[in-house]
């Protein structure tokens, strides 16, 4: 173990009056696959949205390997190594697959994010790397094609292949298999495990079943809190989360 | 793997044929440009297709690649007018350095309309422009002494253009086409750069997602206010090319009137296209010079074609055209 890459202390996000999210301290280390599950509604997203630096929280600290990062614009935690996938896909419509890549590429890369005169194709290995990312989704066929007028799979791969073009050191998932066939997830499964071998990862994941088996650790989110975290073996036996989650009959759910 | 990856990259013909013509596109439109005043039926017409072409071309740079529509471009055309026609007027300085200065201030109020307008987005970042412009109007209307008020900017008559030894009438129409063509084409070759450049990817990716893009790395406000800058200057740009053109500057240059001109334009040709913006200001202006022989009320023409362009060629007709052949090469 190398420590924690990511330790969320005592955050919290209210919208309004709305506490959506609620003192919330977990750390997460480096090189494990931690699922993150819970209710519709429990505040998962609203968390990705804290860690990955799309909302400031309202309240609390995120350090991200030791730096206290909250409060930093999005972009910053993008270019620092924190990247994520949405849970509704957001791609830039009109552009082609192999665009939507190799623009997140070239943001990565300080010499070429800005560049106002040479041509774009100039800037060595980008195009390169868009594709090989495109490939390792299974999208590379699909390279030329607008992301509107893909099928909705391959739009979901598309917005993963977004995410890992970051080259993130901490990549956080947000129900990548949503609206997928049983193939389509069992294929998305299969990466994810293996994007997990390379990297930090946290999965937002509704399909139980599949977390349990996935996971080196699972946190627990219910009405805005944390509510438990643990091994999978720990979390299934939890009374706490049996009661709140496993209970209600939510693992059959997708 | 990487042989799948060489073997998808081999595009059909088709987009080959794009491709060529995209790196084709500033000497075509030079070409085109240079042959326009022997096609269209009057040499006026002629340079205000350029001008106006070049002004819309700015305001597609940030309307049609960055996705912001702004109704306070007047200002920018109209500052670069009244830079230019101050300097020459009351400074007596040359030509050349009229054109500096009036691209300058443009873009100097670019900077300042932009950091301003950019807190906000949609319709009110179009509202917050629009106010600006007007208050920019406004204050060229009272400070009569430097703008000349209601009556226009007058005595900037430019009559001969010094190039080292060479002396060129700038009276003569034709001679000031060319010499006006110059800086439109320059301008249309930085364009086309900052296009193809990482840059035109990212201001894409702002008007297609801007979330997204801040979510991937961008810094999504330094876009927008270099877009809406550098949208300024070329208008600003336009503008001096005007002042030296009609040797006044019209009080209306600042009107709203003058920013809609370039939104209706760029519709009317495609926006987000590079050509769409030249085919709009071709459009317009030839139907106002032959509607307006006609009849005093040609802006009902113009109004009427608008409106069938919108509705039946939301691409513009430009866009249209591109869209057409990208589908069937596909
Ligand atoms: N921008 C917002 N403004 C107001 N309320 C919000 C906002 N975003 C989320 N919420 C609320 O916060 C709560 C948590 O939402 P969140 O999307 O984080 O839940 P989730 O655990 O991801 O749910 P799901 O499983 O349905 O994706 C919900 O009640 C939601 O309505
Ligand atoms: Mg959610």
Redesign the pocket.
């Known amino acids: 173990m190398t420590g924690p890459v990511l330790v969320a202390e005592h955050i919290g996000k209210r919208f309004g009056g709305f506490t959506a999210l609620d003192d919330v301290s977990v750390s997460f280390e480096a090189g494990q696959l931690t699922a993150i599950i819970g209710p519709n509604g429990a505040g ?2 609203t968390f ?1 949205s804290l860690l990955s630096g799309a909302v400031a929280p309202t309240s609390g600290r995120i350090r991200f390997e030791g730096a206290d990062v909250a409060g930093q614009p999005h972009h910053r935690f993008t270019r620092m190594g924190i990247a994520r996938s949405y ?1 509704i896909t957001s791609l830039f419509p009109q552009l082609t697959a192999h665009e939507n890549v190799r623009l997140a590429c070239q943001a990565i890369h300080a010499s070429a994010r800005g560049g106002l005169w040479r041509d774009r194709a100039h800037y060595p290995g980008l195009a390169e790397e868009a594709d090989s990312t495109l490939a390792l989704v299974g999208l590379l066929a699909r390279r030329g094609r607008p992301a509107a007028s893909l099928a909705h799979g391959e739009q979901r791969a598309l917005e993963i292949a977004v995410a890992l073009a970051s080259r993130p050191k901490l990549l956080l998932l ?2 990548p298999t949503a609206g997928m066939s049983p193939e389509e997830t069992k294929e998305m499964m299969d990466l994810i495990a293996r994007l997990a071998s390379e990297r930090t990862v946290l999965l ?1 994941e509704h399909k139980m079943k599949m977390v349990m088996g996935l996971a080196d650790r699972i946190v627990v989110l219910h009405q805005g809190k944390l509510l438990a975290a643990g091994t999978p073996d720990a979390i299934r036996t939890d009374a706490d989360v049996r009661r709140v989650y496993l209970g209600e009959g939510r693992s059959g759910r997708g | 793997m990487t042989r799948d990856i060489a073997a998808a990259r081999i595009m059909p013909s088709g987009a080959d044929w794009s491709a060529t013509a995209q790196r084709w596109r500033v000497p075509l439109l030079t070409v085109a440009l240079a042959a326009l005043p022997w096609i269209v039926p009057s040499q006026a017409l002629a340079v205000n297709i350029l001008i106006f072409g070049l002004y819309a071309t700015g305001f597609n740079l940030l309307f049609g690649f960055a996705g912001m529509l702004s109704f306070g471009h007047a200002a920018f055309f109209g500052a670069g007018a009244y830079g230019a026609g101050i300097a020459l007027a009351r400074y007596g300085v040359g030509w050349f350095g009229a054109i500096a200065i009036g691209v300058a201030v443009a873009g100097v109020l670019a900077l300042l309309i932009g950091a301003l307008s950019i807190r906000s987005r949609g319709i009110y970042f179009s509202m917050v422009t629009l106010a600006l412009a007007q208050l920019v109007y406004y204050v060229a209307f009272q400070a009569t002494d430097w703008t000349g008020g209601e009556n226009g900017l007058r005595g900037l008559t430019v009559s001969v253009i010094h190039i080292g030894p060479l002396a060129l009438n700038f009276l003569d129409p034709v001679t000031k086409y060319y010499v006006i063509l110059v800086f439109v084409v320059a301008a249309l070759y930085a364009i086309s750069r900052l296009l193809n450049a990482p840059f035109g990817a990212a201001m894409e990716a702002v008007r297609e997602n801007e979330s997204r893009a801040a979510a991937i790395g961008y810094d999504v406000k330094r876009i927008k206010l270099i877009a809406f800058t550098l949208s300024g200057l070329v208008c600003g740009l336009a503008g001096t090319l005007d002042a030296l053109h009609l040797s006044i500057v019209p009080i209306d240059t600042l009107f709203y009137q003058t920013s809609g001109l370039a939104v209706m334009m760029v519709l009317l040709g495609g926006s987000g296209t590079f050509l769409g913006p030249f085919v709009g200001a071709a459009i317009f202006l030839l139907i106002e010079d032959v509607f307006s022989i006609w009849t005093p009320h040609w802006q009902l023409f113009v109004g009427i074609v608008f409106i069938l362009a919108v509705l039946f060629l939301p691409r513009g007709v430009w866009g249209t055209l591109a869209a057409w052949h990208k589908r069937r090469s596909a």
Do not use: P, T
């Open positions: 998962k997203s990705f849970q947000d129900e937002v």
